[in-house]
Nanobody, 123 residues
Framework: QVQLVESGGGSVQPGGSLRLSCAAVGYSLTVYSIGWFRQAPGKESEGVSCIKSNDGTAYYSDSVKGRFTISKDRFRNTAYLQMNNLKPDDTAVYYC????????????????WGRGTQVTVAS
C-alpha cells in the first residue's frame, strides 16, 4: 500500500514557525522526488517546494524562498518542510506529493499525494 501522511500543521502567529512532516509508505525517497503544494480558499494551488531524489537539489517558489526549507530523512523515509517567518498569506492546506521535481516550477506529474494538513497564520 502506498501512502503519504502529513502532520505538523497548526495555528501560529505571524513570524512564527512550523515544521511539516510527510511520512512516505510504499515509496522510497531515495528513488522518488517529493514536494509540497498548498491550497488556500479561493486560490489556485501553488507548488511550494520539492526536492529531487537523485541529487537533493530543491525548488522553492518565490513566495517562500528564504523562509521555507525542504529536507528528507532517507532512514525514516520522511520529508520535512521547515517554515519560518510565517505570514498570513501562508495560510492554506499543505499537501505533500510524490512526482517529478522541476527546479523551475516545482513538483509535477503527481503520482500520489496526502490528505493535507492545515496551516493557519493569524494574529
Amino acid at each position: 500500500q502506498v501512502q503519504l501522511v502529513e502532520s505538523g500543521g497548526g495555528s501560529v502567529q505571524p513570524g512564527g514557525s512550523l515544521r511539516l512532516s510527510c511520512a512516505a509508505v510504499g515509496y522510497s525517497l531515495t528513488v522518488y522526488s517529493i514536494g509540497w503544494f498548498r491550497q488556500a480558499p479561493g486560490k489556485e494551488s501553488e507548488g511550494v517546494s520539492c526536492i529531487k531524489s537523485n541529487d537533493g537539489t530543491a525548488y522553492y517558489s518565490d513566495s517562500v524562498k528564504g523562509r521555507f526549507t525542504i529536507s528528507k530523512d532517507r532512514f525514516r523515509n520522511t520529508a520535512y518542510l521547515q517554515m519560518n517567518n510565517l505570514k498570513p498569506d501562508d495560510t492554506a492546506v499543505y499537501y505533500c506529493a510524490i512526482g517529478a521535481c522541476s527546479l523551475d516550477s516545482g513538483v509535477y506529474n503527481l503520482d500520489s499525494w496526502g490528505r493535507g494538513t492545515q496551516v493557519t497564520v493569524a494574529s
